[in-house]
């Protein structure tokens, strides 16, 4: 009994001395066997005497047997600002928390002393980087914590050496200030396995910018990491400047490191609210549709404000549909026009609407993939009245030109309109087509209506045309008559050739103006028949009023011939009429060839008649009873071949069979004689 006693009167002794020896204005509570010391200066009134604290804290570890017993050590809420000399001292620490502090730089070749430290703590300070190294040779660390401070580096090789820090489980740096991220943690979780993961946490850093200086580039076939990597609430905008930045680029690379397959995987939490839900993060969203128990898109959110809650909370990047991961590209986007790349439907789209365009632009923002095609939208712009070629038209799949001023479409555009799958030219000025325009094959889908369409003649063939695309024209009820009047408001599609090419009231005035034509060419037809006829039996009456004859001209000119008339009678009328004829004619210049006076003596009387008449020019024969009786019989059949003849009937009177004869006569030489009387 007086033993125990004894013994714990040497304990208490033993307590009070270490408390006299604590630090001035701390707590210090020391362990059994002087393993343990934690020192609390949470009541210290002044940070001003920090050199004199380091200095007591010095005495206070290297006496009382602490740098050979003490495994444990804990000193917090000091003004220390860097670690005490003293600690670097206590080879046999295990654990060391250095917490609440002011620390703002780590000493070298101090941790690195520390070989069996297992759990070293160094959080709430203002620790502003971490050297290169810094905790080299720390075999048996297990657990590292080194957030809530203000660290803005981390030397490329405190992490990286894969043959240092080989037991470290669990690496924290949260609440730091740190910007960018080397790939250090593959080389401190292939010391994981499936039963003990490496957990390193970044959370609440300002890392945007992930950097490859290590020149990582994992591939299948390398050594499997096993941990869990969180970098929430950091300032990454997109997951592809991680998956670049670390090249990790390739589906098959990425799943091999996660071991996705095996369910033992590699894990990453990048939740936040500060992606920008864009355009370049599409495809892994969309790949990650096919994973839909994946956990990495965990809290990540969109800072966009138009992917806001009902409760103005940013929205989950997996609530939102694919289609409006967008991008707005400015790179030689036209002025006042958005360009925006929508890989959702393969698109880029170029908003142009109602910016008072004159003329199509020049260039567009090149196009992401080769797959991609422009989305054109120049609706409403009245200035535009010519749809020029441009030659981004043979990778766009859909044009907007609607409401606008249009006036044609020449063929060099058409046939590139043709290939679009949309092409709208709705609401504009044009009234007809290129009549080639027949002849171009067309896939795309049309909107034509709301056009001031010229529905004349020449037009027609547009009906059949129109008809013949009826299955890709969108809007047919609104494809409208403009002009002619008669035509207005007709649909085009609905009408015929003839509704385009016959106006009923011309056409109803044109039968009017043809029968009105008809009548007076009738009328006018037989108004000349029946002067004819007047003429015809007046004729004789008309020659000796105008003293006028259709013979009265010479039609045998240039004919080499002895006379103009050939005067060919009877002899018994030569003193009667024959003579005053013969004189008659020679009184007016006529050379005449008369018998008495000029056949050839001794040659054959019909002889001699025969010559005259194919001598002379015309023929006359003053037919009296004398002369038929005698003449008729043969000489007229050659006079027929004269170019004309006159008949004189004598005034004398004639038989019957005589008058008959001459009827007769008459029906014979029709068209080669003219028949006079006496008194003419």
């Given at each position: 009994m007086l033993a125990l006693i004894l013994l714990t009167l040497v304990a208490i002794m033993d307590a009070m001395d270490n408390t006299t020896q604590c630090l001035k204005g701390c707590n210090c509570k020391i362990a059994s066997h002087d393993t343990g010391l934690t020192v609390d200066c949470r009541q210290r009134l002044s940070d001003n005497d920090e050199e004199q604290l380091s200095h007591q804290l010095d005495l206070l570890l290297l006496g009382n047997h602490f740098p050979e017993r003490l495994t444990s050590l804990s000193v917090?809420?000091?003004?220390?600002?860097?670690?005490?000399?003293?600690?670097?001292?206590?080879?046999?620490?295990?654990?060391?928390?250095?917490?609440?502090?002011?620390l703002t730089h780590l000493p070298d070749n101090c941790f690195t002393e520390l070989t069996k430290l297992v759990t070293l703590s160094l959080t709430w300070n203002s620790i502003v980087g971490l050297q290169d190294g810094l905790f080299d040779g720390l075999q048996s660390l297990v657990s590292l914590d080194i957030s809530?401070?203000?660290?803005?580096?981390?030397?490329?090789?405190?992490?990286?050496?894969?043959?240092?820090?080989?037991?470290?489980?669990?690496?924290?740096?949260?609440?730091?200030?740190?910007?960018?991220?080397?790939?250090?943690?593959?080389?401190?979780?292939?010391?994981?396995?499936?039963?003990?993961?490496?957990?390193?946490?970044?959370?609440?850093?300002?890392?945007?910018?992930?950097?490859?200086?290590?020149?990582?580039?994992?591939?299948?076939?390398?050594?499997?990491?096993?941990?869990?990597?969180?970098?929430?609430?950091?300032?990454?905008?997109?997951?592809?400047?991680?998956?670049?930045?670390?090249?990790?680029?390739?589906?098959?690379?990425?799943?091999?490191?996660?071991?996705?397959?095996?369910?033992?995987?590699?894990?990453?939490?990048?939740?936040?609210?500060?992606?920008?839900?864009?355009?370049?993060?599409?495809?892994?969203?969309?790949?990650?549709?096919?994973?839909?128990?994946?956990?990495?898109?965990?809290?990540?959110?969109?800072?966009?404000?138009?992917?806001?809650?009902?409760?103005?909370?940013?929205?989950?990047?997996?609530?939102?549909?694919?289609?409006?991961?967008?991008?707005?590209?400015?790179?030689?986007?036209?002025?006042?026009?958005?360009?925006?790349?929508?890989?959702?439907?393969?698109?880029?789209?170029?908003y142009c609407s109602s910016t008072n365009l004159s003329s199509l632009p020049l260039n567009l923002p090149p196009l992401p993939k080769s797959y991609v095609k422009y989305k054109l939208d120049f609706f409403n712009n009245k200035l535009l009245r010519h749809l020029e070629h441009r030659p981004y038209f043979v990778n766009t799949s859909i044009l907007d030109v609607s409401n606008c001023s249009l006036t044609e479409i020449t063929m060099a555009v058409w046939k590139y309109l043709s290939r679009f799958r949309v092409a709208s030219i709705r609401g504009n000025e044009l009234q007809s087509f290129p009549r080639q325009a027949s002849t171009v094959n067309i896939s795309a889908s049309l909107l034509l209506g709301r056009n001031p369409w010229m529905c004349s003649c020449d037009n027609s063939w547009m009906i059949k045309w129109l008809r013949s695309l009826s299955y890709q024209i969108s809007d047919p009820g609104d494809i409208i008559c403009s002009s002619p009047a008669r035509m207005y408001g007709r649909n085009v599609l609905k009408s015929t050739v003839n509704d385009f090419c016959v106006d009923?009231?011309?056409?109803?005035?044109?039968?009017?103006?043809?029968?009105?034509?008809?009548?007076?060419?009738?009328?006018?037809t037989l108004i000349l028949v029946i002067i004819g006829l007047v003429i015809y039996k007046l004729r004789v009456k008309f020659y000796r009023r105008w003293k006028f004859h259709p013979f009265d001209r010479d039609e045998c000119v240039g004919e080499d011939m002895d006379y103009d008339v050939f005067l060919c009678c009877s002899s018994e009328d030569h003193n009667s009429d024959g003579l005053r004829i013969l004189e008659l004619l020679e009184s007016n210049g006529y050379r005449v060839c008369y018998h008495l006076r000029d056949f050839l003596a001794g040659a054959p009387i019909t002889d001699n008649m025969i010559q005259s008449i194919k001598r002379s020019k015309r023929t006359v024969c003053l037919l009296s009873t004398n002369f038929l009786q005698r003449c008729v019989s043969f000489?007229?059949?050659?006079?027929?071949?004269?170019?004309?003849?006159?008949?004189?009937?004598?005034?004398?009177?004639?038989?019957?069979?005589?008058l008959a004869t001459i009827s007769n006569l008459q029906n014979g030489i029709r068209q080669s004689y003219s028949l006079l009387t006496m008194a003419d």
């Open positions: 917090s809420n000091t003004p220390l600002t860097r670690v005490p000399a003293s600690i670097c001292q206590l080879l046999n620490l295990t654990t060391l928390h250095l917490d609440n502090n002011k809530h401070n203000r660290i803005t580096f981390i030397g490329l090789r405190v992490f990286s050496n894969a043959s240092d820090l080989i037991r470290l489980r669990y690496l924290n740096l949260s609440f730091n200030k740190l910007t960018s991220l080397e790939p250090w943690w593959y080389y401190r979780c292939i010391h994981g396995s499936k039963t003990s993961a490496v957990r390193i946490y970044l959370r609440f850093n300002l890392i945007s910018n992930f950097t490859n200086k290590l020149h990582f580039d994992f591939h299948c076939g390398m050594k499997q990491p096993y941990g869990y990597l969180d970098l929430r609430s950091n300032r990454i905008t997109h997951i592809t400047d991680i998956l670049v930045g670390w090249n990790l680029t390739k589906f098959g690379n990425i799943i091999c490191l996660t071991n996705r397959w095996s369910h033992t995987s590699m894990k990453f939490h990048i939740g936040g609210s500060s992606y920008v839900c864009d355009c370049v993060d599409y495809w892994f969203y969309a790949l990650v549709k096919f994973f839909p128990h994946a956990s990495i898109l965990d809290s990540v959110r969109c800072s966009d404000p138009k992917f806001l809650s009902l409760t103005g909370q940013p929205m989950d990047a997996r609530s939102i549909p694919l289609n409006e991961f967008v991008c707005e590209l400015t790179d030689r986007c036209p002025p006042r026009c958005r360009c925006v790349y929508r890989p959702g439907n393969a698109t880029l789209h170029v009923p009231v011309q056409r109803v005035q044109h039968s009017l103006t043809v029968a009105v034509s008809t009548a007076s060419a009738i009328a006018a000489p007229f059949s050659y006079s027929l071949h004269a170019c004309l003849m006159y008949l004189i009937l004598s005034r004398s009177a004639m038989p019957e069979h005589v």
